[in-house]
Every structure is written in C-alpha cells, then in structure tokens.
C-alpha cells in the first residue's frame, strides 16, 4: 500500500514520544519491534 511520505513523517513526529500507558514505554518501542525508538523511522 501507499502512505503519503509527508503524512508518514507528520504522523512518526506526533508519536514518537508517547508513552504506552500498559506497558511504560515509548508508543514507538512497542510499534517498532525490534528496531525500538532509537532506531524507528518513518519508513519503518
């Protein structure tokens, strides 16, 4: 599927410092998997 790379990196800038409330940790350690918040990217 396509994802508009503006509304991709809109959407990555307004999250990546959410906290998951269940599990204490950033919204983008949970939706990055391996990659954590470090090193999540947009793309990713």
């Known amino acids: 599927f396509f ?3 503006e509304f991709a990196n809109g959407t990555f800038d307004s999250c990546k410092n959410i906290v998951h409330p ?3 940790k ?3 350690d ?3 998997g391996e990659w954590g918040s470090t090193r999540c990217t947009p793309k990713r």
């Open 3 to 5: 994802v508009d790379e």
């Open 22 to 24: 269940a599990s204490g």
């Open 26 to 28: 950033l919204a983008m």
């Open 30 to 32: 949970v939706g990055c």
